[in-house]
């Protein structure tokens, strides 16, 4: 019966599920043992006169006092009942209602401690995923600040030579503007000797001159 409830349990606990899941095996393994019992002790008592009787004729001797025999059949009936006490003992503690009760409580107090300890492992375990959390949320805002930081710079680097193209486009617009009214202001006058005309082409040049001057100096600041 021991091997029964103790072959897959290694602890109070799941000893005590396994009486309960095997409770009735058990009990009918203690009523078998005790209709054994009862019909071996009926057939000993069956057996014992006739026994005691054949010896007296085949031996041939004195008959053994009626005290030893008395004594003999109350041995044998003091044992009969002490393994009746025993077997009812037995299946009174199996089927004691108290004994059921405290296994159940001590069933029930290592669940409950078994849920705290998980309880406690699954808190510890939200703990630790809530502080990794806390720390990606600050890195990613640091890595966030630093990029809004750079794009700044890039943007006022880019305002900076904007204002610089524009500078430097007004400049060869007036530029542009001035040539044409130069040019058409020279082309009223009548030519009339070809002197006037080389002095009109050395007016040109160096105004084309002072022009290539002028359009270097806005890409000096550019750069």
Not at 26 to 48: C, N, P, W
Not at 120 to 139: F, P, Q, S, W
Not at 161 to 166: D, E, K, L, T, Y
Not at 200 to 215: D, E, H, P, T
Request: charged residues 40%.
């Amino acid at each position: 019966m021991l091997k029964l409830i103790e072959e897959d349990a290694d602890s109070f606990a799941k000893r005590a599920e396994m009486y309960y899941k095997k409770r009735p095996e058990l009990i009918g393994m203690v009523e078998d043992f005790y209709r054994t019992h009862r019909s071996l002790a009926e057939s000993y008592d069956q057996v014992k006169p006739d026994t005691g009787f054949r010896s007296l004729k085949i031996g041939g001797s004195q008959p053994s006092s009626p005290k030893k025999l008395l004594s003999f059949g109350d041995n044998g009936y003091d044992i009969y009942s002490e393994n009746c006490e025993v077997e009812e003992s037995i299946k009174s503690e199996v089927d004691d209602p108290e004994k059921e009760e405290e296994v159940e409580e001590e069933v029930e107090d290592v669940d409950e401690e078994r849920v705290r300890d998980l309880l406690v492992e699954e808190k510890h375990t939200i703990c630790d995923e809530v502080m990794m959390l806390r720390e990606e949320v600050e890195r990613l805002r640091k890595e966030n600040r630093a990029q809004k930081d750079q794009l700044k710079q890039k943007d006022e680097e880019k305002i900076k030579v904007i204002r610089q193209m524009s500078l430097a486009i007004d400049f060869l617009k007036q530029e542009n503007v001035n040539m044409r009214s130069f040019i058409a202001k020279e082309s009223k006058k009548n030519w009339k000797t070809p002197f006037d005309f080389n002095k009109l082409m050395g007016a040109l040049s160096r105004k084309l001159f002072n022009m290539k001057i002028r359009r270097n100096k806005p890409s000096v600041v550019a750069l």
